[in-house]
């Protein structure tokens, strides 16, 4: 199979904490990326985890077990600006990337 | 450093007209992809070149979706006829050789809707 799982939406405050979980299917799997969209603007980068373990640029990382078939992005001191949809997406061979259907995170005041 | 870039931006069509968008990616960039993006849906992998040829075009509709890039560098992504379920967001991703980078590169889109 070749979907991901992820919720379909969070809210949280400015300055918290959160979590956004993906789950996904393991075959052909080499890595989980993470990609932010803004609305009515293009996919950008986050992160990309091949092995097990927390990855941190900044203020988000990015975390992998492969075992569990599981991974998160932890956004962290949540600004206005992180309102936007940030989706998952199953690295295969070649470069392919498969994409999950998206979280949509709003920030409040 | 340029961006993916595309064109046009938004394409407004009748069903069963044809359409084309093209696609710059960034310089040096020897993969190219295409994705279809439905309204609240991720993206979707349509086609995808390594230099000029195809390397993944297992979720292209192929009796009514066609794409080239010739000489390696822009790509154009037709369709003929389209038909209402057309209506999405077409992306051009690019990246320097998938076993060097994991970065998809992505343009802006042009955003069909096919009436």
């Known amino acids: 199979g070749q979907s991901l799982e992820q919720p379909s939406e969070v809210t949280a405050v400015e300055g918290a904490i959160v979590q956004i979980n993906c789950t996904y299917q393991?075959?052909?799997?080499?890595?989980l990326s993470w990609y932010q969209q803004h609305d009515g603007g293009a996919p950008t980068f986050l992160s990309y985890?091949?092995?097990?373990g927390l990855e941190e640029t900044g203020r988000f990382s990015s975390f992998l077990s492969r075992s569990d078939s599981y991974g998160y992005l932890l956004l962290q001191e949540l600004q206005m600006k992180d309102s936007a949809s940030y989706f998952c997406?199953?690295?295969?061979?070649?470069?392919?990337?498969?994409f999950g259907q998206g979280t949509e995170l709003s920030v409040k005041p | 450093e340029a961006g993916v870039a595309q064109s046009p931006r938004y394409k407004i069509i009748e069903k069963r007209q044809s359409v084309a968008f093209w696609c710059n990616p960034i310089?040096?960039?020897?993969?190219l992809y295409w994705y279809q993006q439905i309204l609240g849906q991720g993206p979707k992998l349509l086609i995808q070149?390594?230099?000029?040829?195809?390397?993944?075009d297992s979720q292209l509709p192929k009796d009514r979706f066609s794409a080239e890039r010739l000489k390696g560098v822009d790509s154009t992504l037709k369709i003929q006829p389209a038909k209402l379920e057309d209506s999405a967001v077409y992306l051009c991703?690019?990246?320097?050789?998938?076993?060097?980078?994991?970065?998809?590169?992505f343009g802006p889109g042009t955003r069909l809707t096919v009436l």
């Open positions: 985890n091949a092995l097990d």
């Open positions: 070149f390594q230099n000029n040829g195809v390397v993944d």
């Open positions: 310089s040096g960039h020897a993969t």
């Open positions: 393991t075959s052909g799997f080499y890595g």
């Open positions: 997406a199953s690295r295969r061979g070649g470069g392919k990337l498969i």
């Open positions: 991703a690019s990246s320097l050789d998938p076993e060097l980078s994991n970065e998809q590169f």
